[in-house]
């Protein structure tokens, strides 16, 4: 038993098995008091308990939470309190990815094509709504013979401005995260490079595959490519899934305006100049496009387009019109009858 197991008690959480220790702090398997759940357990290090750290984290926590996919494990909750920073989330079925790899044979108890199309899939959901991962590896993914779970989405802001604090490099890490410089979509299709080597050769073979040993692999061409140190020469998500035969789900025009993408560039905004005013705020409102909902009785746009709200509004003048001219008619006949 660990010795943080009573440190979580006044928030609901009895830390049961320490699972692994990784870049980030520590992951449990843990029982919510409240009803007797289990979950898993991130307990961060004591760096991001930190106000602006924490912030961050928060933050990128907050937008992983809003999607829903069937191959991510979604947050439940998340904290800052006296004894540390931490999140909780559904505990997924299966094994964790660490405990199912074997170093010289790659995923033996389940289909290693299955579990990479299970990877892919969640990375590319979540890339749509405006999230990557940047920390892909054997301690956030879990494997079953039916489903694959991926979790700690986002930290995205975190790594940018605490990554030396965090050493959040290892195995599975793209080259520009090694080095300092810009993490972007194709460090995850890097990762994606990896993990296929891993599961179907082995750790070893990964290790290796890191290293830039590639020649005696035999790997297929899409996942070399996406082993390519520069960034620009991986293929996008889509490409790696036509290029293994995969099938994998085209971005949604109508997901571009989705709200963690927007709660993601306002976070940035934040950071570098403060809240907006009052009047931009405004007008962002106004501009913001919405799903339309049509109504039967009128002409709508074609099936998955948006409309802005701005739009609405004006829609809405007549009748806005109307009862403003109403108004002033009343006010008059009061000042001359009264």
């Not at 010795?3 to 520590?26: H, I, N, P, R």
């Not at 409240?34 to 898993?40: A, E, I, Q, S």
């Not at 996942?223 to 889509?238: E, G, H, K, T």
């Amino acid at each position: 038993m660990n010795d943080a197991t009573e440190l979580f008690k006044e928030q609901g959480y009895l830390l049961d098995d320490l699972l692994a220790t990784y870049s980030w702090g520590e992951l449990y398997s843990a029982t919510y008091t409240g009803h007797g759940r289990r979950v898993l357990f991130r307990r961060f290090r004591a760096e991001l308990s930190e106000d602006r750290a924490w912030g961050l984290a928060a933050a990128e926590i907050q937008a992983w939470a809003r999607i829903d996919h069937p191959a991510i494990i979604q947050p439940l909750d998340w904290g800052a309190p006296p004894a540390g920073s931490y999140y909780a989330a559904m505990m997924p079925d299966g094994l964790p990815l660490a405990s199912a790899l074997c170093e010289d044979s790659g995923l033996e108890l389940f289909d290693p094509e299955k579990a990479f199309a299970g990877m892919l899939e969640a990375v590319e959901a979540a890339a749509r709504w405006g999230v990557l991962h940047l920390g892909l590896g054997v301690t956030n993914v879990w494997v079953s013979e039916g489903a694959v779970g991926v979790s700690e989405f986002g930290l995205w802001y975190v790594r940018a401005e605490f990554g030396e604090a965090f050493d959040p490099v290892d195995l599975f890490s793209a080259p520009e995260q090694r080095t300092g410089g810009r993490a972007m979509a194709a460090t995850d299709v890097h990762a994606l490079g990896l993990l296929y080597v891993a599961l179907h050769q082995g750790l070893a073979a990964a290790k290796s595959a890191s290293a830039g040993v590639l020649d005696e692999l035999n790997l297929e061409p899409v996942i070399s490519r996406c082993l390519a140190p520069n960034p620009v020469l991986r293929p996008r998500l889509d490409e790696v899934a036509s290029g293994l035969g995969l099938s994998a789900r085209r971005c949604d025009d109508s997901l571009r305006a989705c709200p963690v993408c927007k709660l993601k560039q306002q976070i940035a905004r934040e950071m570098r100049q403060g809240p907006a005013p009052f009047g931009e705020r405004v007008m962002e409102f106004m501009m913001e496009e919405e799903p339309y909902v049509p109504s039967p009785s009128r002409q709508s746009p074609p099936r998955g387009q948006t409309r802005p709200r701005s739009e609405a509004l004006l829609a809405l003048f007549p009748w806005l019109a109307i009862g403003a001219l109403a108004l002033a008619t009343l006010v008059v006949w009061w000042l001359v009858f009264r």
